[in-house]
């Protein structure tokens, strides 16, 4: 495989999802529209990493604040919650220990809020080695600025910008893969 396709193309064998502090008081902070599609993309990432079995990382930031990560989405938690107050989830040393215990050195990252914990989070990743694949519509933040700046300087520290089914078209790869009816029947439930 050549360096281009090691950066951009998911490898079903090296990836994590990593779902950012999607939470009962910071999710109707958001706007509803926004939420609710972060919402949605986030349940198909989570159905097709289940179906392909393949590791998830949750966090939840403060959640005796925040509560928890929404009943919607407590299938990010099955595997791996982790609790956390610093806004990167690497400042958490039992993230680190869940991510490093996955083997991944690819990480597909969701949630909220784009331009604080989930940037923070990219940075650090990138720093660290690992490759960071941005899930565009599985982000957000309260306000369109903060989220398309938190995008723009993803992309220019190097990470991957990519979307909720380029993402899972990826990971299997092609229609010969055994996911590939689980994948297709996902993407056909993406709403625009």
């Not at 495989?1 to 999607?22: R, S, T, Y």
């Not at 595997?79 to 400042?91: A, L, N, P, Y």
Request: hydrophobic content about 45%.
């Amino acid at each position: 495989m050549g360096e281009i396709q090691e950066k951009f193309w998911l490898q079903i064998d090296q990836v994590a999802l990593v779902v950012v502090d999607v939470q009962e008081k910071l999710v109707p902070a958001m706007n509803s529209r926004v939420s609710g599609e972060l919402v949605h993309h986030v349940e198909l990432l989570l159905e097709g990493f289940e179906a392909l079995d393949l590791p998830v990382i949750a966090t939840e930031q403060y959640s005796k604040g925040l509560g928890h990560t929404i009943d919607k989405l407590t299938a990010a938690t099955s595997q791996s919650c982790i609790e956390k107050t610093s806004f990167s989830c690497c400042g958490e040393p039992n993230f680190m220990s869940a991510l490093e215990k996955t083997g991944a050195k690819q990480v597909l990252l969701v949630g909220m809020e784009a331009h604080v914990c989930v940037l923070q989070t990219l940075l650090e990743l990138l720093d660290r080695g690992y490759v960071v694949h941005l899930v565009k519509d599985a982000i957000c933040s309260r306000f369109k600025t903060d989220f398309e700046t938190a995008v723009a300087t993803a992309g220019a520290a190097g990470a991957v910008i990519t979307t909720t089914e380029t993402a899972l078209f990826q990971l299997v790869g092609g229609a010969k893969h055994p996911g590939f009816k689980t994948v297709s029947q996902l993407a056909k439930r993406r709403t625009p």
